[in-house]
Protein backbone atom coordinates (compact mmCIF):
# COMPACT_ATOMS: atom_id res chain seq x y z
CA UNK A 1 0.00 0.00 0.00
CA UNK A 2 1.60 3.36 -1.06
CA UNK A 3 2.09 5.67 2.02
CA UNK A 4 2.97 9.63 2.18
CA UNK A 5 3.85 11.93 5.21
CA UNK A 6 2.92 15.08 4.90
CA UNK A 7 5.64 17.99 4.99
CA UNK A 8 5.59 18.25 8.82
CA UNK A 9 5.68 14.57 9.61
CA UNK A 10 2.39 14.60 11.02
CA UNK A 11 -0.22 12.92 8.67
CA UNK A 12 0.36 9.52 7.05
CA UNK A 13 -2.07 9.22 3.70
CA UNK A 14 -2.69 5.58 2.66
CA UNK A 15 -3.68 5.08 -0.68
CA UNK A 16 -5.45 0.99 -1.24
CA UNK A 17 -4.44 -0.50 -4.68
CA UNK A 18 -7.98 -1.81 -4.70
CA UNK A 19 -11.43 -1.53 -3.11
CA UNK A 20 -11.91 -3.71 0.13
CA UNK A 21 -14.52 -6.31 0.52
CA UNK A 22 -16.71 -5.46 3.99
CA UNK A 23 -16.37 -7.07 6.49
CA UNK A 24 -12.56 -6.71 6.63
CA UNK A 25 -9.66 -6.13 9.02
CA UNK A 26 -6.99 -3.74 8.41
CA UNK A 27 -3.33 -3.89 9.48
CA UNK A 28 -1.00 -1.07 9.67
CA UNK A 29 2.84 -1.95 10.32
CA UNK A 30 5.41 0.64 10.33
CA UNK A 31 9.02 0.57 11.11
CA UNK A 32 10.51 3.77 10.58
CA UNK A 33 13.83 5.91 11.83
CA UNK A 34 13.27 9.15 12.90
CA UNK A 35 16.18 12.20 11.86
CA UNK A 36 18.29 11.22 15.00
CA UNK A 37 18.08 7.35 13.75
CA UNK A 38 16.39 5.74 16.36
CA UNK A 39 13.76 3.49 15.06
CA UNK A 40 10.32 3.82 15.54
CA UNK A 41 8.01 0.81 15.38
CA UNK A 42 4.23 0.79 15.98
CA UNK A 43 0.98 -1.61 14.40
CA UNK A 44 -2.08 -0.63 14.09
CA UNK A 45 -5.51 -2.44 13.56
CA UNK A 46 -9.00 -1.73 12.83
CA UNK A 47 -11.69 -3.86 11.92
CA UNK A 48 -13.95 -2.78 9.28
CA UNK A 49 -17.93 -3.42 9.65
CA UNK A 50 -19.96 -4.44 6.89
CA UNK A 51 -22.94 -1.52 8.54
CA UNK A 52 -22.96 1.68 9.72
CA UNK A 53 -25.55 2.42 11.89
CA UNK A 54 -26.83 5.62 11.75
CA UNK A 55 -25.89 8.31 14.47
CA UNK A 56 -28.19 10.73 14.27
CA UNK A 57 -30.42 12.73 10.69
CA UNK A 58 -30.45 16.47 9.77
CA UNK A 59 -33.15 18.35 8.14
CA UNK A 60 -32.81 18.93 4.69
CA UNK A 61 -34.24 22.60 4.81
CA UNK A 62 -36.07 24.19 3.77
CA UNK A 63 -39.34 22.72 5.50
CA UNK A 64 -42.40 22.82 2.85
CA UNK A 65 -45.17 23.87 4.02
CA UNK A 66 -48.88 22.05 3.51
CA UNK A 67 -52.17 23.98 2.96
CA UNK A 68 -54.43 21.16 3.52
CA UNK A 69 -55.46 20.23 7.14
CA UNK A 70 -57.31 17.14 6.09
CA UNK A 71 -55.25 13.96 4.88
CA UNK A 72 -55.96 11.31 2.96
CA UNK A 73 -53.86 7.99 3.01
CA UNK A 74 -50.21 8.57 2.61
CA UNK A 75 -49.82 11.66 0.67
CA UNK A 76 -46.45 11.95 0.69
CA UNK A 77 -43.36 9.60 -0.89
CA UNK A 78 -39.75 9.96 -1.29
CA UNK A 79 -37.05 8.41 -3.50
CA UNK A 80 -33.48 8.56 -3.95
CA UNK A 81 -30.38 7.18 -5.88
CA UNK A 82 -26.54 6.76 -5.45
CA UNK A 83 -26.21 9.69 -7.69
CA UNK A 84 -27.47 12.07 -5.28
CA UNK A 85 -30.99 12.18 -7.25
CA UNK A 86 -34.01 12.84 -5.05
CA UNK A 87 -37.48 13.86 -5.66
CA UNK A 88 -40.97 14.11 -3.22
CA UNK A 89 -44.26 14.14 -4.14
CA UNK A 90 -46.96 15.01 -2.53
CA UNK A 91 -50.81 16.02 -1.90
CA UNK A 92 -51.65 19.58 -0.75
CA UNK A 93 -55.57 19.26 -0.99
CA UNK A 94 -56.41 19.39 -4.20
CA UNK A 95 -53.15 19.49 -6.08
CA UNK A 96 -50.20 17.18 -6.63
CA UNK A 97 -46.88 18.42 -6.23
CA UNK A 98 -43.19 17.73 -6.97
CA UNK A 99 -40.09 18.49 -5.83
CA UNK A 100 -36.26 17.66 -6.76
CA UNK A 101 -33.37 18.46 -4.46
CA UNK A 102 -30.97 21.02 -5.90
CA UNK A 103 -27.39 21.14 -4.17
CA UNK A 104 -29.31 23.08 -0.48
CA UNK A 105 -32.93 23.58 -1.65
CA UNK A 106 -35.57 22.14 -2.82
CA UNK A 107 -37.17 23.07 -6.56
CA UNK A 108 -40.69 22.96 -7.34
CA UNK A 109 -41.70 21.13 -10.42
CA UNK A 110 -44.60 22.61 -12.67
CA UNK A 111 -47.81 20.55 -11.40
CA UNK A 112 -49.09 17.84 -13.51
CA UNK A 113 -52.50 17.61 -15.23
CA UNK A 114 -54.88 16.08 -13.63
CA UNK A 115 -58.78 15.50 -12.49
CA UNK A 116 -59.70 16.12 -8.73
CA UNK A 117 -59.96 14.56 -6.44
CA UNK A 118 -56.18 12.71 -6.17
CA UNK A 119 -54.87 10.04 -3.46
CA UNK A 120 -51.99 7.50 -2.63
CA UNK A 121 -49.14 9.07 -5.07
CA UNK A 122 -45.64 7.17 -5.91
CA UNK A 123 -42.40 8.18 -7.02
CA UNK A 124 -39.52 6.50 -8.86
CA UNK A 125 -36.60 7.69 -10.67
CA UNK A 126 -35.32 7.33 -14.35
CA UNK A 127 -31.49 6.42 -14.54
CA UNK A 128 -31.45 10.33 -15.89
CA UNK A 129 -32.79 10.50 -12.36
CA UNK A 130 -35.82 12.57 -13.59
CA UNK A 131 -39.15 11.87 -11.72
CA UNK A 132 -41.95 9.57 -13.18
CA UNK A 133 -44.95 9.69 -10.73
CA UNK A 134 -48.26 7.77 -10.51
CA UNK A 135 -51.53 8.22 -8.81
CA UNK A 136 -55.16 7.28 -8.58
CA UNK A 137 -57.57 9.74 -9.84
CA UNK A 138 -61.31 9.76 -9.39
CA UNK A 139 -62.90 9.88 -12.81
CA UNK A 140 -66.46 9.19 -11.05
CA UNK A 141 -68.20 9.02 -7.25
CA UNK A 142 -67.52 4.87 -7.97
CA UNK A 143 -64.27 4.98 -10.10
CA UNK A 144 -60.34 6.03 -10.17
CA UNK A 145 -58.09 5.77 -12.69
CA UNK A 146 -54.36 5.31 -12.37
CA UNK A 147 -52.15 7.61 -14.44
CA UNK A 148 -48.16 8.04 -14.81
CA UNK A 149 -46.28 10.77 -15.93
CA UNK A 150 -42.69 11.13 -16.48
CA UNK A 151 -40.63 14.75 -16.33
CA UNK A 152 -39.15 15.37 -19.59
CA UNK A 153 -37.70 19.24 -18.47
CA UNK A 154 -39.43 21.44 -19.14
CA UNK A 155 -42.59 19.34 -19.06
CA UNK A 156 -44.56 16.13 -18.12
CA UNK A 157 -45.31 13.37 -20.44
CA UNK A 158 -48.02 11.81 -19.95
CA UNK A 159 -47.87 7.73 -20.17
CA UNK A 160 -51.52 8.00 -19.80
CA UNK A 161 -54.15 5.46 -18.03
CA UNK A 162 -52.94 1.84 -16.37
CA UNK A 163 -55.75 -0.01 -15.60
CA UNK A 164 -58.52 -1.48 -17.64
CA UNK A 165 -61.14 0.68 -18.60
CA UNK A 166 -64.22 0.88 -16.73
CA UNK A 167 -62.70 -0.38 -13.82
CA UNK A 168 -62.14 0.61 -10.30
CA UNK A 169 -58.43 1.54 -9.72
CA UNK A 170 -56.63 2.36 -6.87
CA UNK A 171 -53.02 2.36 -4.70
CA UNK A 172 -50.48 2.53 -7.32
CA UNK A 173 -46.89 1.50 -7.05
CA UNK A 174 -44.42 2.13 -9.11
CA UNK A 175 -39.97 1.32 -9.98
CA UNK A 176 -38.03 1.88 -12.66
CA UNK A 177 -34.93 -0.63 -13.57
CA UNK A 178 -31.59 0.30 -14.52
CA UNK A 179 -31.82 0.24 -18.36
CA UNK A 180 -35.27 2.58 -17.60
CA UNK A 181 -38.42 0.16 -17.57
CA UNK A 182 -41.22 1.03 -15.64
CA UNK A 183 -43.32 -0.73 -13.94
CA UNK A 184 -46.57 -0.35 -11.68
CA UNK A 185 -48.77 -2.13 -9.74
CA UNK A 186 -51.80 -1.46 -8.81
CA UNK A 187 -55.56 -2.57 -7.16
CA UNK A 188 -58.28 -3.39 -9.43
CA UNK A 189 -62.33 -3.93 -8.64
CA UNK A 190 -63.67 -6.37 -11.70
CA UNK A 191 -67.15 -6.30 -10.21
CA UNK A 192 -66.78 -9.45 -7.89
CA UNK A 193 -64.05 -8.37 -6.36
CA UNK A 194 -60.14 -6.79 -6.10
CA UNK A 195 -57.23 -8.02 -7.48
CA UNK A 196 -53.43 -7.05 -7.58
CA UNK A 197 -51.85 -6.40 -11.43
CA UNK A 198 -48.91 -5.47 -12.87
CA UNK A 199 -47.91 -3.81 -15.62
CA UNK A 200 -44.94 -2.37 -17.71
CA UNK A 201 -44.36 0.65 -19.95
CA UNK A 202 -43.16 -0.75 -23.54
CA UNK A 203 -42.24 2.75 -25.13
CA UNK A 204 -45.54 3.17 -26.47
CA UNK A 205 -48.56 1.70 -24.41
CA UNK A 206 -48.45 -0.73 -20.85
CA UNK A 207 -48.81 -3.91 -21.75
CA UNK A 208 -49.67 -6.62 -18.51
CA UNK A 209 -46.66 -8.55 -16.83
CA UNK A 210 -48.66 -11.81 -16.33
CA UNK A 211 -52.06 -12.26 -14.98
CA UNK A 212 -53.39 -10.87 -11.40
CA UNK A 213 -51.59 -12.33 -8.67
CA UNK A 214 -54.00 -13.10 -6.25
CA UNK A 215 -54.01 -16.30 -4.28
CA UNK A 216 -58.00 -16.50 -3.93
CA UNK A 217 -59.57 -14.84 -7.12
CA UNK A 218 -62.74 -14.88 -4.91
CA UNK A 219 -61.09 -12.59 -2.25
CA UNK A 220 -59.74 -8.84 -2.31
CA UNK A 221 -56.26 -8.21 -2.69
CA UNK A 222 -55.09 -4.78 -1.76
CA UNK A 223 -52.24 -2.30 -1.13
CA UNK A 224 -49.35 -3.98 -3.44
CA UNK A 225 -45.78 -3.27 -2.93
CA UNK A 226 -43.29 -3.12 -5.80
CA UNK A 227 -39.92 -3.89 -5.80
CA UNK A 228 -37.56 -4.51 -8.52
CA UNK A 229 -34.22 -7.38 -9.07
CA UNK A 230 -30.83 -6.56 -10.26
CA UNK A 231 -31.93 -8.17 -13.60
CA UNK A 232 -35.41 -5.27 -13.92
CA UNK A 233 -37.59 -8.26 -12.71
CA UNK A 234 -40.61 -7.66 -10.44
CA UNK A 235 -41.27 -8.91 -7.14
CA UNK A 236 -44.55 -7.64 -5.34
CA UNK A 237 -45.68 -7.97 -2.03
CA UNK A 238 -49.48 -7.18 -0.90
CA UNK A 239 -52.17 -7.91 1.55
CA UNK A 240 -55.17 -10.43 0.93
CA UNK A 241 -58.44 -11.44 2.58
CA UNK A 242 -59.15 -14.69 3.98
CA UNK A 243 -62.57 -15.92 4.00
CA UNK A 244 -62.64 -18.49 6.63
CA UNK A 245 -61.61 -16.24 9.70
CA UNK A 246 -61.64 -12.45 8.22
CA UNK A 247 -57.60 -12.21 8.30
CA UNK A 248 -55.34 -10.52 5.83
CA UNK A 249 -52.46 -12.80 4.96
CA UNK A 250 -49.63 -10.68 3.20
CA UNK A 251 -48.12 -12.58 0.23
CA UNK A 252 -45.00 -11.80 -1.99
CA UNK A 253 -45.02 -13.42 -5.77
CA UNK A 254 -42.05 -12.64 -8.09
CA UNK A 255 -41.86 -12.64 -11.93
CA UNK A 256 -39.31 -15.31 -13.75
CA UNK A 257 -39.64 -13.90 -16.83
CA UNK A 258 -42.48 -16.29 -17.80
CA UNK A 259 -45.33 -16.22 -14.70
CA UNK A 260 -45.19 -15.02 -11.39
CA UNK A 261 -43.84 -17.42 -8.84
CA UNK A 262 -44.87 -17.40 -5.16
CA UNK A 263 -42.23 -17.18 -2.54
CA UNK A 264 -43.71 -19.33 0.47
CA UNK A 265 -46.82 -19.29 1.98
CA UNK A 266 -48.29 -16.30 3.98
CA UNK A 267 -45.82 -14.13 5.88
CA UNK A 268 -48.13 -13.51 8.68
CA UNK A 269 -46.32 -13.35 12.73
CA UNK A 270 -50.00 -14.79 13.93
CA UNK A 271 -51.44 -17.02 11.60
CA UNK A 272 -54.81 -15.83 12.39
CA UNK A 273 -54.35 -12.07 12.71
CA UNK A 274 -54.79 -9.11 10.38
CA UNK A 275 -51.64 -8.05 8.81
CA UNK A 276 -51.46 -4.90 6.45
CA UNK A 277 -49.65 -2.26 4.69
CA UNK A 278 -46.72 -4.72 3.21
CA UNK A 279 -43.03 -2.91 2.47
CA UNK A 280 -40.54 -4.95 0.54
CA UNK A 281 -36.55 -4.49 -0.92
CA UNK A 282 -34.08 -6.80 -2.17
CA UNK A 283 -30.64 -6.66 -0.92
CA UNK A 284 -27.89 -6.59 -3.25
CA UNK A 285 -28.30 -10.25 -3.94
CA UNK A 286 -31.45 -10.00 -4.70
CA UNK A 287 -32.79 -11.56 -1.17
CA UNK A 288 -35.85 -9.95 -0.52
CA UNK A 289 -36.77 -8.67 2.87
CA UNK A 290 -40.61 -7.60 3.69
CA UNK A 291 -41.95 -5.36 6.96
CA UNK A 292 -45.78 -5.34 7.67
CA UNK A 293 -47.89 -4.07 10.51
CA UNK A 294 -50.08 -7.18 12.15
CA UNK A 295 -52.37 -6.72 14.70
CA UNK A 296 -51.12 -8.72 18.27
CA UNK A 297 -53.53 -9.96 20.33
CA UNK A 298 -50.76 -9.94 23.28
CA UNK A 299 -50.15 -6.69 23.30
CA UNK A 300 -53.38 -5.73 22.09
CA UNK A 301 -51.79 -3.07 19.61
CA UNK A 302 -50.43 -3.24 15.99
CA UNK A 303 -46.20 -4.32 15.48
CA UNK A 304 -44.41 -4.34 12.68
CA UNK A 305 -42.97 -7.48 11.55
CA UNK A 306 -39.78 -8.21 9.34
CA UNK A 307 -39.07 -11.55 7.50
CA UNK A 308 -36.53 -12.38 5.12
CA UNK A 309 -36.55 -15.26 2.37
CA UNK A 310 -34.15 -17.84 2.68
CA UNK A 311 -34.40 -19.33 -0.69
CA UNK A 312 -37.01 -21.96 0.80
CA UNK A 313 -38.99 -20.01 3.41
CA UNK A 314 -39.64 -16.80 5.42
CA UNK A 315 -37.79 -16.38 8.21
CA UNK A 316 -38.18 -14.08 11.13
CA UNK A 317 -36.24 -11.33 11.76
CA UNK A 318 -36.22 -11.40 15.64
CA UNK A 319 -39.95 -10.37 17.08
CA UNK A 320 -41.26 -7.10 16.76
CA UNK A 321 -39.43 -4.53 15.18
CA UNK A 322 -40.62 -1.54 17.87
CA UNK A 323 -39.04 -0.92 21.19
CA UNK A 324 -42.18 -0.43 22.84
CA UNK A 325 -44.74 -2.99 21.70
CA UNK A 326 -47.42 -1.01 23.78
CA UNK A 327 -47.01 1.96 21.10
CA UNK A 328 -49.82 1.22 17.84
CA UNK A 329 -47.07 0.95 14.97
CA UNK A 330 -48.62 0.80 11.18
CA UNK A 331 -46.70 2.25 7.71
CA UNK A 332 -43.85 0.67 7.78
CA UNK A 333 -41.51 1.43 5.36
CA UNK A 334 -38.08 -0.36 4.12
CA UNK A 335 -34.92 -0.11 2.86
CA UNK A 336 -31.96 -1.87 2.14
CA UNK A 337 -28.38 -0.29 1.85
CA UNK A 338 -25.12 -1.92 1.19
CA UNK A 339 -23.33 0.32 4.21
CA UNK A 340 -26.62 0.97 5.96
CA UNK A 341 -27.60 -2.63 5.59
CA UNK A 342 -31.52 -2.64 6.82
CA UNK A 343 -33.46 0.50 8.13
CA UNK A 344 -36.88 0.38 9.05
CA UNK A 345 -39.47 3.40 9.12
CA UNK A 346 -43.17 3.37 10.92
CA UNK A 347 -45.72 6.00 12.12
CA UNK A 348 -46.40 4.85 15.84
CA UNK A 349 -48.95 6.21 18.37
CA UNK A 350 -47.66 6.32 21.85
CA UNK A 351 -49.24 5.99 24.91
CA UNK A 352 -49.13 9.79 25.78
CA UNK A 353 -51.42 9.66 22.91
CA UNK A 354 -48.45 11.21 20.34
CA UNK A 355 -48.14 10.60 16.29
CA UNK A 356 -44.50 9.96 16.20
CA UNK A 357 -42.24 8.74 13.23
CA UNK A 358 -40.15 5.79 14.26
CA UNK A 359 -36.89 4.64 12.68
CA UNK A 360 -34.84 1.53 13.80
CA UNK A 361 -31.25 -0.41 12.00
CA UNK A 362 -30.73 -4.21 12.44
CA UNK A 363 -27.11 -4.09 13.41
CA UNK A 364 -25.17 -6.98 15.31
CA UNK A 365 -28.09 -9.50 15.24
CA UNK A 366 -30.44 -6.44 16.95
CA UNK A 367 -32.41 -3.78 16.22
CA UNK A 368 -31.02 -0.06 16.84
CA UNK A 369 -33.58 2.56 17.59
CA UNK A 370 -33.19 6.22 17.34
CA UNK A 371 -35.50 8.71 19.47
CA UNK A 372 -39.01 9.93 17.62
CA UNK A 373 -37.53 11.81 14.21
CA UNK A 374 -40.60 14.45 14.82
CA UNK A 375 -38.92 17.95 13.64
CA UNK A 376 -41.09 19.83 16.20
CA UNK A 377 -41.72 19.26 19.71
CA UNK A 378 -45.36 17.87 20.87
CA UNK A 379 -46.22 17.97 16.95
CA UNK A 380 -47.81 14.90 15.38
CA UNK A 381 -46.20 13.27 12.76
CA UNK A 382 -47.73 10.96 9.89
CA UNK A 383 -47.17 8.60 6.69
CA UNK A 384 -43.55 7.89 6.57
CA UNK A 385 -41.81 6.73 3.52
CA UNK A 386 -38.18 6.09 3.11
CA UNK A 387 -35.72 5.63 0.43
CA UNK A 388 -31.61 5.92 -0.12
CA UNK A 389 -29.16 8.75 -0.91
CA UNK A 390 -25.82 8.47 -2.36
CA UNK A 391 -23.02 6.51 -2.67
CA UNK A 392 -23.29 5.57 0.79
CA UNK A 393 -26.88 4.63 0.56
CA UNK A 394 -28.17 6.91 3.69
CA UNK A 395 -31.95 6.50 4.43
CA UNK A 396 -34.14 9.61 3.73
CA UNK A 397 -37.46 9.44 5.45
CA UNK A 398 -40.07 11.84 4.05
CA UNK A 399 -43.50 12.51 6.37
CA UNK A 400 -46.32 14.91 6.74
CA UNK A 401 -45.92 16.56 10.29
CA UNK A 402 -48.65 19.39 11.41
CA UNK A 403 -49.15 21.35 14.88
CA UNK A 404 -52.55 22.83 15.57
CA UNK A 405 -51.17 26.57 16.21
CA UNK A 406 -48.43 26.17 13.29
CA UNK A 407 -50.00 24.23 10.37
CA UNK A 408 -48.92 21.71 8.19
CA UNK A 409 -45.33 20.83 6.63
CA UNK A 410 -43.73 17.91 4.71
CA UNK A 411 -40.37 16.82 6.65
CA UNK A 412 -37.11 15.67 5.18
CA UNK A 413 -34.34 14.51 6.84
CA UNK A 414 -31.48 12.25 6.42
CA UNK A 415 -29.32 9.83 8.31
CA UNK A 416 -25.59 10.50 9.22
Given at each position: ??????????????????????????????????????????????????????????????TTPVAAWDMTERPVRIVADQADHMAVVWLDDTQLKVQVRTEADWLLLPEPSHKTPIFRPAIALMPSGKPVIAWQEATSSSQADIRVMVWNDPVWSDLGRVNTSGFDAAAPSIAVSATGEIFVAWLEYDGQSQNVSVKRWNGSSWEPVGESLDINFAQNAAFPDLFLDSQGRPYVAWREDRAEDFAWTIYVKRWDGFSWQQLGEGLNYNAYERADMPSIALNEHDQPYVVWSEYDPTSHSNNIYLKVWDGSSWQALGDAVEEDVSERSIYPTIALGKYHELSVSWWGYTLEKQEVIRFAQWSNDAWQYQAALNEKENAQAFYPSMSLSGIGQSPVIAWLERKPDEGSAIIIKQAY
Open positions: IPTVFSCEGEKLTLQLLEPLTLPSNLKLELAVKDLAGNELRETWVWTLSRTYPAKGFRLLEP
